[in-house]
């Protein structure tokens, strides 16, 4: 399957530092995107980096694609406490347009 | 504004008993999709409409269905809930190709009795 790997599945930081995810898929695609879901909620777009870029920068968030090795990661600098939530990599499907398929999560608990 | 609604947020079944869950958009987007996520676990794609032309993941079983009559709303049936579809059920919607980005909306979640 397609379905992504994150790591690590939990991380508690204090408010301040940096968090960095790390996302792995399994097969070439068109873009990759990161979402944020607070807990109960749904989910919300972050960015989305293409697979001709290989880095991109929106506010405090980083991402990097490096599609040689299949792995994207998403780096918060200065978390916040309002940064908790669990955030997930989206991976679309080569052959088929409209399919997306969403990585498994890393938990981010931000301490303040 | 919401701008993909999900009605109603939480929803209580029996086991057997068919169950509709409803998403509506404002977004005028093409495609819509319907995921299942479970405690902790990643959102699962369960299927997707491009306009009218469904999309069913070979994964999803035969109880789901679904249907969307206009642009605007979609619907995902549950012929004969069971206890392991207990679920936050989440819709979104995308303007085209997988090249836009998603919009969610904030779930329902089942609880299947």
């Known amino acids: 399957s397609q379905q992504g790997e994150e790591d690590p599945q939990a991380l508690s930081i204090q408010e301040g530092e940096n968090a960095t995810m790390n996302c792995s898929y399994k097969t070439s695609i068109n873009n990759l995107q990161w979402y944020r879901q607070n807990s109960g909620r749904g989910l919300v777009h972050l960015i989305l980096i293409r697979s001709n870029e290989r880095e991109k920068h929106s506010g405090r968030l980083r991402v990097t694609l490096d599609t040689s090795k299949k792995s994207s990661s998403l780096l918060i600098t200065a978390s916040r406490a309002a940064d908790t939530a669990s955030y997930f990599c989206a991976t679309d499907a080569r052959d088929n347009f409209n399919k997306f398929y969403f990585g498994s999560g890393t938990k981010l608990n931000v301490k303040p | 504004d919401a701008m993909v609604i999900q009605n109603p947020r939480y929803q209580v079944t029996q086991f057997g008993k068919p169950v509709t869950l409803s998403c509506s958009q404002t977004l005028n987007h093409n495609v819509m999709y319907w995921y299942q996520q479970k405690s902790s676990q990643a959102p699962k794609l369960l299927f997707h409409y491009y306009d009218k032309d469904f999309n069913n993941e070979a994964d999803t079983p035969d109880n789901f269905q679904s249907r969307r009559p206009n642009t605007s709303f979609c619907f995902l049936d549950i012929r004969s809930p069971g206890l392991g579809d207990a679920a936050m059920y989440l819709c979104?919607?995308?303007?085209?190709?997988?090249?836009?980005?998603?919009?969610f909306g904030p779930g329902t979640r089942l609880l299947v009795l």
């Open positions: 979104a919607t995308s303007r085209e190709q997988s090249q836009e980005t998603q919009y």
